[in-house]
C-alpha cells in the first residue's frame, strides 16, 4: 500500500512514542497539533534536554530533529546520539537552502529530512514511512528468537546475535523492540528466567546450578534479574511452584 494514503491511525494498535527537538515553541505546538492524538510525544527544547530524556527512556520509536537549536545543533545531537549508543531513527527538520546539511546528516543514518515550513501531510508521511520501515521483518526475527532460545545458555553479545543471523545491528533491535517492547537483552533474559522457572519446578537443583544452566555467571545478579522478572525470589519461586516435594 502507498505510504502516501496511510493514515497515522493506522499504524499499529499501540501509540508509537515520538521525540520533537525544536527550540521554537510555535513549531512545538504545530507537532502536537499534527500528532498528539495519534502518538505519544514528547517535547524538548535542546540537544541536551532531550539527551537528558532519551537515557532514561527505551522506548521512543523516532524523533524530529531541528537543525538550529542553542549550543548543540542537530548534527551535534546525532554524534551524541551515537556516541551513547541511542539507536532510534531520526527525521531531521532543516530550512530551505540547507540540503547540504541534511546531506551531512545523512552520514549519520537519518531516515529522511524534511523543509519548513513543512506541510501536515510532510509530517504525518515521515512518521508512517519511519513506523512502518521498524515493523518487524517476521523472517528476521522469527530467526532471531530461534537462535537466542538454542543459545540461551550462552553469554552473546546483541552485536554477536546479529552477526550470526547476517542481520543489521540497528534493524534487529528495532525490529525486536516493535514486536516485543523488550531490547534484545531482555528477550534473551526472559527465555533465561522462563527456563529457570522450569528447572526450579522440575528439579532439586542448588541455585547456583540453575543459574550456570540457563547462561549467568553470577547467581546474584541471576536472582536480582530472576525477582525483577518473575516477582519472587527463585527460592520463592520454588517453594511456592514445585510439582514435586524436595528429596530428604
Known amino acids: 500500500m502507498n505510504t502516501e494514503r496511510r493514515s497515522v491511525k493506522q499504524l499499529r494498535p499501540r501509540k508509537?512514542?515520538?521525540?520533537?527537538?525544536?527550540?521554537?515553541?510555535?513549531?512545538r505546538d504545530s507537532f502536537s497539533v499534527?500528532?498528539?492524538?495519534?502518538?505519544?510525544?514528547?517535547?524538548?527544547?535542546s540537544g541536551e534536554e532531550a539527551l537528558a530524556q532519551l537515557r532514561d527512556r527505551n522506548d521512543i520509536n523516532m524523533i524530529f530533529l531541528d537543525y538550529?537549536?542553542?549550543?548543540?545543533?542537530?548534527?551535534?545531537?546525532l554524534k551524541a546520539l551515537h556516541q551513547y549508543k541511542i539507536n532510534v531513527p531520526v527525521v531531521m527538520v532543516t530550512g530551505r537552502g540547507t540540503r547540504d546539511i541534511a546531506v551531512k546528516a545523512f552520514q549519520y543514518e537519518v531516515e529522511d529530512y524534511i523543509t519548513k515550513p513543512f506541510r501536515v501531510r510532510d509530517i504525518q508521511n515521515a512518521v508512517v514511512?519511519?513506523?512502518e520501515k521498524s515493523r518487524p521483518h517476521k523472517t528476521t526475527l522469527t530467526r532471531a528468537k530461534t537462535f537466542i532460545n538454542k543459545n540461551v545458555h550462552?553469554?552473546?553479545?546483541?552485536?554477536?546475535?546479529?552477526?550470526?543471523?547476517?542481520?543489521?545491528?540497528?534493524?534487529?533491535?528495532?525490529?525486536?523492540?516493535?514486536d516485543t517492547?523488550?531490547?534484545?537483552?531482555?528477550?534473551?533474559?526472559?527465555?533465561?528466567?522462563?527456563l529457570a522457572k522450569k528447572y526450579l519446578r522440575e528439579n532439586d537443583w542448588k541455585l547456583e546450578s540453575v543459574s550456570t544452566a540457563v547462561g549467568f555467571r553470577r547467581q546474584n545478579y541471576?536472582?536480582?534479574?530472576?525477582?525483577?522478572?518473575?516477582?519472587?525470589?527463585?527460592s520463592a519461586y520454588r517453594?511456592?511452584?514445585?510439582?514435586?516435594?524436595?528429596?530428604t
Open 154 to 178: 550462552k553469554k552473546m553479545s546483541t552485536l554477536e546475535i546479529a552477526n550470526s543471523l547476517g542481520a543489521q545491528y540497528r534493524d534487529l533491535v528495532q525490529q525486536m523492540k516493535a
Open 129 to 131: 514511512k519511519v513506523i
Open 34 to 45: 499534527i500528532l498528539e492524538d495519534h502518538c505519544d510525544l514528547l517535547l524538548a527544547a
Open 16 to 27: 508509537p512514542s515520538i521525540m520533537v527537538i525544536d527550540d521554537d515553541s510555535d513549531v
Open 239 to 247: 517453594k511456592q511452584f514445585r510439582k514435586y516435594p524436595l528429596k
Open 68 to 77: 538550529k537549536l542553542p549550543r548543540m545543533n542537530g548534527l551535534d545531537f
Open 181 to 194: 517492547g523488550m531490547t534484545i537483552v531482555g528477550f534473551k533474559n526472559a527465555r533465561r528466567i522462563e
Open 222 to 234: 541471576f536472582s536480582y534479574v530472576f525477582r525483577k522478572i518473575a516477582g519472587l525470589t527463585p
